[in-house]
């Protein structure tokens, strides 16, 4: 079993940023991908940014130039760096983790609002 712990999340202004972190713990013996979805109201649930074992990144179009993903292998964690936020960067993110090669899990989520 493994559990996701997510932070970082909350109320900022357009323009504003913040930084989300996912910490990864249990029964792992490899972290293959690590990477950020959001799902907003009404919407389906889309990959915003991941990270391989190998440090290979994708990033979805609408955050380029924005958004930056990094990860520190040594503490099974990933980060989500946000910057330049738009209000339809409103969301739920969620941390995903894809371990053993084949095994997948998912954070709690966490709220990002984005308002004036």
């Known amino acids: 079993q493994v559990q996701l712990v997510e932070s970082g999340g909350g109320l900022v202004q357009p323009g504003g940023s913040l930084r989300l972190s996912c910490a990864a713990s249990?029964?792992?013996?490899?972290?293959?991908?690590m990477g950020w979805y959001r799902q907003a109201p009404g919407k389906l649930r889309e990959l915003v940014a991941s990270?391989?074992?190998?440090?290979?990144?994708q990033i979805v179009d609408s955050v380029k130039g924005r958004f930056t993903i990094s990860r520190d292998k040594a503490k099974n964690m990933v980060y989500l760096q946000m910057n330049s936020l738009k209000p339809e960067d409103t969301a739920i993110y969620y941390c995903?983790?894809?371990?053993?090669?084949?095994?997948?899990?998912w954070g709690q989520g966490t709220q990002v609002t984005v308002s004036s």
């Open positions: 995903n983790v894809i371990w053993d090669w084949s095994s997948s899990s």
């Open positions: 990270i391989s074992n190998g440090g290979s990144t």
């Open positions: 249990g029964n792992i013996r490899v972290i293959n991908v």
